[in-house]
């Protein structure tokens, strides 16, 4: 049970009912943004697992011509920039790729093998999906994050502080009631005292 300090007035018995109500009304909230988050990751690992496929189907379809990457020269392409944006699912903030940009070193059409433009279109491809895998990933690990987070929150909400509210309550009630009690039969003995009193 929660650990929730209170006193035995009604003061605290209204400060708890003001927790228990927004906590009531908060859970279901919380639990929608779960379920939410919890589609969005398993949206993004299928897509990253889709995309670090192909990358691999297509390195597997390349590899007939690995000889041929030993004429190549590398140092004609690279990743010069990876623009991203940010969206917000469920109310977390997640990478988006927009666009890989690459650099290009000018190279002599003639002096190199006819097959590098088709070399460099192939290294554009691969780096892209490899790219794309990497920020998927990360989006579902963003997103995996916030959802443990959030079940954690439903589960102190639900397991811990709605019972230890109503608890806490239930135990005030009862002694305002018991005091109550012990007033009222306060009162009908001095109540009959007076009265015997008077009879004296």
Not at 5 to 26: D, E, F, G, H, P
Not at 99 to 122: H, S, T
Not at 177 to 187: P, V
Request: aromatic residues 8%.
């Amino acid at each position: 049970m929660a650990l929730i300090k209170y006193q035995y007035n009604k003061t605290s018995l209204n400060n708890l009912n003001t927790q228990l109500k927004m906590r009531v009304k908060a859970l279901p909230t919380i639990k929608s943004k779960e379920s939410a988050l919890r589609a969005e990751v398993k949206k993004a690992k299928v897509e990253a697992e889709w995309l670090f496929a192909e990358m691999e189907r297509q390195i597997a379809a390349y590899s007939g011509i690995a000889a041929l990457w030993n004429e190549f020269d590398a140092s004609l392409i690279a990743v010069e920039d990876v623009q991203l944006h940010i969206e917000k699912i469920a109310g977390v903030q997640i990478p988006v790729l927009d666009q890989v940009i690459f650099k290009e070193k000018p190279y002599a059409l003639f002096n190199r093998p006819f097959w590098y433009p088709d070399g460099i279109r192939i290294l554009k491809d691969l780096a892209t999906i490899g790219i794309k895998s990497e920020v998927f990933y990360e989006k579902m690990r963003m997103l995996e994050h916030a959802r443990k987070k959030t079940t954690q929150k439903v589960n102190l909400y639900e397991k811990v502080q709605i019972p230890g509210y109503n608890e806490a309550i239930r135990k005030i009630k009862r002694f305002m009631e018991d005091e109550e009690n012990l007033s009222k039969a306060g009162q009908k003995i001095v109540k009959v005292r007076q009265q015997m009193e008077e009879v004296v």
